[in-house]
């Protein structure tokens, strides 16, 4: 039988933009171009690789967001995924981290899986607990933060690196893991992946397609909220020390004013 793996992906707003809240306390994601989270392609990266030396494998994309959530979707199909997964529907606006978990596990049900890959965290809220929720709405074991993770027959096996020690760990399958930034560069889509992906499956599913009530998520659902909102101030200019003949003891003196020394 075919090794299921689904890689769970989000569509960020692009960090090199101007990122805002909206006036409802959500990320503004009409002021910015979006994305596909950067965290989120070690999680594709590690699933093809699962796939290609496993041989007989599919890996199925999924995500949760609105219509141009599907940009994030074609970048990991063009990236080598086979097929994808897009849950839109307006009523998840506004769903917190929690309620996000819940529409997701609906979603893998529905779709089937034997592996669930999710990258350590997303790139504009930074949560990092979705793969967790994840396996307890699922009922499986989780192996998370991993740095290498292979698939042994209906075993996932993977390595995660913490400050005073290495741990080796595995599960078995069906599971949910989640890969970090230190797993292994993500490739580049070629030309022939891009065009390829213009032709791959995407499957869209609503809250009525996977039996979830709309007071179960988005803003009214969700179990936390944002209460206030601070904009970060601006910088300000730096000080420039001319280096006349004592650039150095200037330097010095700043750095000791400062404590830094």
């Avoid at 999924?62 to 086979?82: C, E, F, N, Q, Y």
């Avoid at 793969?131 to 009922?139: D, F, V």
């Avoid at 998370?144 to 027959?153: D, F, M, N, P």
């Amino acid at each position: 039988m075919s090794l299921r793996i689904v890689v769970c992906v989000k569509y960020v707003p692009d960090a090199t933009g101007d990122r805002r809240f909206a006036d409802d306390t959500t990320t503004d994601r009409e002021g910015v171009d979006g994305l596909l989270s950067e965290l989120d392609e070690y999680g594709v990266e590690q699933a093809l690789r699962i796939a290609e030396a496993h041989g007989d494998a599919e890996v199925t994309v999924l995500t949760v967001g609105p219509d141009d959530a599907k940009d994030a979707l074609r970048k990991a199909l063009s990236m080598g995924a086979d097929k994808a997964v897009h849950v839109n529907d307006d009523d998840i606006h506004g769903s917190d981290v929690i309620a996000t978990s819940g529409i997701i596990a609906k979603a893998l049900e529905k779709t089937g899986f034997d592996l669930v890959v999710g990258g350590m965290a997303s790139t504009d809220g930074t949560m990092g607990v979705l793969p967790a929720l994840l396996a307890e709405r699922l009922g499986v074991p989780q192996v998370t933060l991993l740095s290498e993770v292979t698939v042994e027959g209906t075993t996932v096996k993977g390595r995660r690196d913490g400050d005073a020690a290495t741990e080796e760990l595995q599960a078995e399958l069906p599971a949910v893991i989640s890969v970090t930034d230190q797993s292994g560069e993500a490739r580049y889509p070629s030309f022939k992946g891009i065009m390829a992906a213009k032709k791959k499956p995407v499957t869209e599913y609503d809250l009525d397609d996977l039996g979830i009530d709309a007071g179960e998520v988005g803003l009214a659902g969700a179990w936390t909220a944002v209460e206030t909102i601070t904009a970060r101030p601006p910088r300000t200019a730096g000080t420039i020390v001319k280096d006349e003949g004592e650039g150095g003891k200037q330097l010095a003196a700043y750095l000791a004013a400062q404590k830094f020394i």
